[in-house]
């Protein structure tokens, strides 16, 4: 394994980890909610009476966030190493696989173990697993 120094941002990992950590902490706290993205945008699917502001403020604050980055840094450039059809496969993938572990990774991999939930355990495991899987067999077997 080789590590491509030039793209090496330890610091802004962990800058971007303690911001995810504090949002989901805070979240909790005040809202008494897990800060899980599918079921945020879940619940706009299938609204309940003085349930949609707080999610449509949630959904528009993480539109929003990527545009005021862009005005302050510049246009980052994205290289995404996968057609169309792959991308549309994967995304399909991930929809099921949150509806069927009842979250996403962020409900389950941050909210759920800092809340030492087994099922929140197993599912990032699974996930993990997965995705650790996926990448040795397209990388290395399939290449």
Do not use: E, Q
């Amino acid at each position: 394994m080789t590590i491509d120094w030039n793209h090496f941002t330890p610091w802004a990992s962990l800058a971007g980890g303690i911001l995810l950590g504090l949002a989901s902490a805070i979240f909790i706290l005040v809202n008494g909610r897990i800060l899980g993205i599918s079921g945020i945008v879940g619940g706009l699917l299938r609204p309940k009476a003085g349930d949609t502001s707080w999610r449509i403020a949630f959904v528009l604050g993480m539109l929003a966030a990527p545009m005021l980055y862009l005005l302050v840094a510049g246009p980052v450039p994205a290289t995404i190493d996968a057609g169309w059809g792959t991308v549309v496969v994967a995304g399909l993938l991930v929809g099921v696989g949150t509806r069927y572990g009842s979250g996403c990774t962020s409900g389950h991999g941050v909210c759920g173990l800092s809340r030492l939930s087994p099922r929140s355990l197993a599912a990032t495991l699974a996930f993990m697993g997965a995705g650790f899987a996926i990448v040795f067999l397209l990388r290395h077997v399939f290449a």
